[in-house]
């Protein structure tokens, strides 16, 4: 069994964020090959996918999906997939539809309203229709995007002008509407849900946001994931294992499972919740979030007592079990 792993690079991201991508993949490609599986490395700095899809034989291939985008296109995630489907290889994380879905959050919010998760209260607002808005203090999103763009303190508002500039932010820098959210304040959670049947949860992580008495400054910021030495990314504590009363830590596990199922989850997948007056809240899914060897998921994975190749490894025996030759012998060995 080969294993490729495929990630995006777009030329015109900055230096430093070329250097990241390219050393986390490296530490990825290194970690698997240690754990015994042939292993390549794939760079996809432009649209054209097929070229290095020929290369190889989806036969005796597994593509470790890590793409976010179609370099030179915009939001094209599910497109990467669909190339890839139609090449005919198996590939790790979910499918075209779980991804398509996450990145519209206004349809998650009814979808999750569907299961009976609870979100908070929200809707897609331009800044004329923000004077109707009387829920404060209030977070203003990107309604189509992952990865914080465009959050910072500044996002969480507390009169209409403020909402009205942030909407306008998020409508002038990302050209898509915003969506504006009641600001749960409290204990955030990162679960990581991962394997198919039956899927499981890993050891909670919390981000501790208890170094910062301003309410606009407790939550993950693009800084907190992407700037070194910004405040967000010094100042928020990752605790693991997250210290959670055995019933609230069962209603946690309750409702990620519930949400995974719900979606119709592949693989690996991560749901932020936060915890306001005993009651949880889902602010965002994240399926084939980030694994690179500092994240959440990661962490989580090595709680449990998996080193970072293994966890690698184990996210593509679960793929190789959808694989047509793959998935039989494995069947065929238990």
Known sequence: M?????????????????????????VLF????????????????????????????????????????????????????????????????????????????????EVLVSLGISVPHGAVLTPEEAVDWKLFPAIVKPSREHCSLTISEKSVVFDTISLQEQIRLVNNELN????????????????????????????????????????????????????????????????????????????????ALATWKGFGCFDYARFDFRLRDDKFYLLDINPNNDISMYTSFALAAEMQSYSYGQMAKRIVMMAAERHPEFGEKLLNSL
């Open 176 to 255: 898509q509407p915003a969506l504006v959210e009641d600001f749960i304040d409290g204990r955030e959670f990162h679960v990581s849900v991962w394997n198919n049947e039956p899927p499981e949860m890993l050891p909670l992580v919390e981000m501790d946001f208890s170094a910062f008495s301003d309410v606009r400054k407790r939550l993950c910021t693009y800084d907190s994931k992407f700037n070194p030495g910004s405040e967000h990314y010094e100042k928020i504590e990752t605790m693991i294992p997250a210290h959670l009363d055995v019933n609230l830590h069962k209603k946690l596990e309750q409702k």
């Open 30 to 109: 290194e970690s698997l090959k240690d754990e015994g599986i042939d292993t390549f490395l794939e760079e996809l700095k432009d649209s054209n996918l097929e070229r290095i899809l020929r290369k190889y034989n989806p036969a005796d291939t597994i593509i470790f999906n890590l793409c976010e985008t179609l370099p030179g296109t915009r939001c094209k995630e599910r497109r990467v997939l669909e190339i890839i489907e139609n090449a005919g290889f198996t590939y790790t994380g979910n499918i075209p539809d779980v991804i398509e879905l996450s990145y519209d959050k206004q349809k998650v919010k």
């Open 2 to 26: 080969k294993v490729v792993i495929l990630y995006d690079l777009d030329p015109g991201w900055e230096k430093s964020e070329i250097i990241e991508t390219r050393n986390s993949n490296k």
